[in-house]
């Protein structure tokens, strides 16, 4: 009985560092992502007043949305933690939990995606031309450490 115990706190030690580490991977890559793109719209392409207006407001519509799904992913993760806590173990609260958050995570990535396609449509060909290589680049990161 000892050892079930032991196997079940293990298991929910786990479950918990691979959460928690999913979604600080995923959250530092998408700011590190955006971060680069911000940079490099506001400081390399040589954005006229017009364009410089039209992706202030397209960045101020994103935030709203990121901020929303980021705050249905705190909800996700309390939810998660309470069927953790529930169940010990793999649970189906706990799987129902996971495919919440693996919703909420998709979601947030549509957004950003459609956030980048916006901006990149205010941009001269010549600009989306450094747009796209940046934007396959920030995806790309990491690739080749694998």
Known sequence: MATRALIVAIAFLAAI??????RELFSAGHHHEESQLHGLLHNQLDLTPAQKARIEQMERRYAIRRKAIELELRTDNARLAAAIDAEHGYGPRVAQAVDQSHHAMGE???????????????LRPDQAAKFDAAVTKALTAGESES
Do not use: E, I, N, P
């Open 17 to 22: 560092a691979g959460v928690f580490a999913g």
């Open 108 to 122: 947030l990535q549509k957004v950003t995606l459609q956030h980048t396609f916006d901006m990149r449509s205010v």
